[in-house]
């Protein structure tokens, strides 16, 4: 996959960011939760040693950009949408495919943007999720078990052992198609293709050719004037062409995310160059745990999943531990309850955060809670529950006065088959049709934008409820 094997020094050997973070040994005596089981610690040292010795993939600086716009979300100047794959693998990293996954969503983003009347912080699942947890340590087909696909970062989708055997190597692949990816997508949202007029066109074609309803066709039509108003008004050119856009992933691999660790020369803090933004998963949020502890040493902005098994004192203590300094910008708290708990589980969460006197971007993750298996075997994904779930999650922080500052949604933007539902009525029977992720079925493009109008008019309901947007200050002058 990579160039030979060569002898190597061991993965714990002193680098730079040693005196600041754990060592490696340390974070795995706490039992890491979640990780490959190598056979070759030889190999794996010098996989580790090699990526310790690679420029980082983002900078301190650019982290620190999304902090402070994640400090806008939070106090309800700004909504975040984090998107993406379920799963990145590398077979799929093309250029059609890392367009048309932006594409989809600045598309959301300008929709949410006109209609919220704040900025979208554009984050993409992307860059970096290479790697999964499971439920299982094994698979077993036709009385044949083999080691779960853990993501393409571990092993191989096929199921074989040569495919299924952890192999460290794949670590630097992770590095080379994140670098790869990244490349591309800030030659795209730099050199024009994110412009704005470019951008409302493709939902002008998806209402136009779809059958949605005519409030979201009023709405497209609301946006083209305004841009035609913008432009007549001589907003300049750079306004429209260039956007943000931050990379997020799970940090869920100890070796990878240690490896790609930096001391920041201005401040002498310790980074995680893998992402702008790192997460820590429902499964691996112990708070004595190895990824809590890593995380809590690294300056980027951090989100927490929390499912609904969350309670109060564990959020609590979760939210001390990681933002001891109480930093704006500093926590994300990605919700994913179900649709059918939300309601009930999340108000005495985010009570419990508001009464700590920290204020936290809140992010709603509509779809790991809602997911099920079909009668032919299929893992899927009903829109209408899907957007249940986001409703109620608005419904919940209108009832508390708190700003619902975002979602967190697994999307491709490639015309797969994968969720049931949506403009294009999309039932079980047509799952098989186009049922291509490596994990988790995602929305497809159309799926999404439908979403995206969606939330829109909820932002609108909400918006006007509030009485008041922050971002739109402004005092008259008298001459």
């Known amino acids: 996959m990579v160039g030979p094997r060569r002898r190597s020094p061991r993965a714990d050997y002193p680098d730079p960011v040693s005196t600041t973070i754990p060592a490696l040994t340390e974070l795995h005596a706490r039992g890491a939760a979640q990780q490959p089981t190598y056979p070759d610690a030889a190999e794996l040292a010098r996989v580790v040693s090699e990526l310790r010795q690679r420029p980082p993939l983002v900078f301190a600086g650019e982290a620190d950009a999304l902090k402070s716009r994640i400090a806008d979300v939070a106090a309800g100047r700004a909504f975040m949408l984090?998107?993406?794959?379920?799963?990145?693998?590398?077979?799929?990293?093309?250029?059609?495919?890392?367009?048309?996954?932006?594409?989809?969503?600045?598309?959301?983003?300008?929709?949410?943007?006109?209609?919220?009347?704040?900025?979208?912080?554009?984050?993409?699942?992307?860059?970096?999720?290479?790697?999964?947890?499971?439920?299982?340590?094994?698979?077993?087909?036709?009385?044949?078990?083999?080691?779960?696909?853990?993501?393409?970062?571990?092993?191989?989708?096929?199921?074989?052992?040569?495919?299924?055997?952890?192999?460290?190597?794949?670590?630097?692949?992770?590095?080379?198609?994140?670098?790869?990816?990244?490349?591309?997508?800030?030659?795209?949202?730099?050199?024009?293709?994110?412009?704005?007029?470019?951008?409302?066109?493709?939902?002008?074609?998806?209402?136009?050719?779809?059958?949605?309803?005519?409030?979201?066709?009023?709405?497209?039509?609301?946006?083209?004037?305004?841009?035609?108003?913008?432009?007549?008004?001589?907003?300049?050119?750079?306004?429209?062409?260039?956007?943000?856009?931050?990379?997020?992933?799970?940090?869920?691999?100890?070796?990878?995310?240690?490896?790609?660790?930096?001391?920041?020369?201005?401040?002498?803090?310790?980074?995680?160059?893998?992402?702008?933004?790192?997460?820590?998963?429902e499964r691996t949020r112990q708070l004595d745990g190895a990824h809590v502890e890593l995380l809590s040493k690294l300056r980027n902005p951090i989100g927490i999943k929390l499912g609904p098994s969350v309670t109060p004192d564990d959020v609590r203590a979760l939210v001390e531990k990681l933002d001891p300094d109480l930093e704006p910008g500093r926590l994300t708290l990605i919700t994913r309850m179900g649709a059918g708990k939300v309601r009930d589980a999340l108000p005495p969460i985010v009570e419990a955060v508001e009464n700590t006197g920290r204020k936290v971007a809140w992010v709603c993750d509509p779809m790991h809670g809602n997911t099920y298996s079909t009668a032919k075997g299929h893992k899927t994904r009903a829109f209408p529950v899907i957007w249940d779930e986001v409703d109620g999650f608005f419904d919940v922080h209108a009832e508390l006065g708190t700003w619902p500052g975002g979602v967190h949604i697994e999307l491709t933007g490639n015309d797969v088959t994968e969720c049931v539902g949506g403009v294009d009525e999309l039932d079980e029977d047509t799952l098989f049709d186009r049922y291509e992720t490596a994990c988790d079925p995602r929305l497809n493009r159309n799926q999404g934008i439908e979403l995206a109008f969606y939330l829109a008019e909820r932002l609108r309901e909400d918006i006007r409820r509030r009485g008041y947007n922050p971002v739109q200050d402004f005092e008259p002058q008298e001459m």
């Open 82 to 281: 984090q998107a993406g794959d379920c799963a990145e693998t590398f077979g799929n990293v093309t250029a059609v495919n890392i367009r048309n996954a932006l594409r989809v969503q600045l598309s959301m983003a300008v929709v949410l943007q006109y209609a919220a009347q704040v900025p979208v912080v554009k984050v993409g699942r992307i860059a970096g999720q290479y790697a999964k947890p499971r439920s299982s340590d094994d698979e077993t087909r036709d009385g044949v078990t083999l080691p779960s696909y853990r993501g393409d970062a571990v092993n191989g989708l096929d199921f074989t052992p040569e495919a299924r055997a952890h192999d460290p190597r794949r670590l630097q692949e992770v590095y080379n198609s994140s670098a790869a990816t990244l490349n591309l997508v800030r030659a795209f949202v730099n050199g024009g293709f994110a412009d704005l007029r470019t951008v409302h066109t493709w939902n002008t074609d998806f209402v136009r050719n779809s059958r949605v309803e005519a409030k979201y066709e009023a709405l497209s039509e609301e946006i083209e004037r305004a841009m035609g108003f913008m432009i007549a008004c001589g907003v300049p050119d750079d306004a429209f062409r260039t956007v943000n856009y931050w990379a997020s992933h799970e940090a869920l691999l100890m070796e990878y995310e240690h490896a790609l660790t930096r001391i920041d020369s201005r401040t002498g803090l310790a980074y995680g160059t893998s992402g702008h933004l790192l997460w820590i998963g």
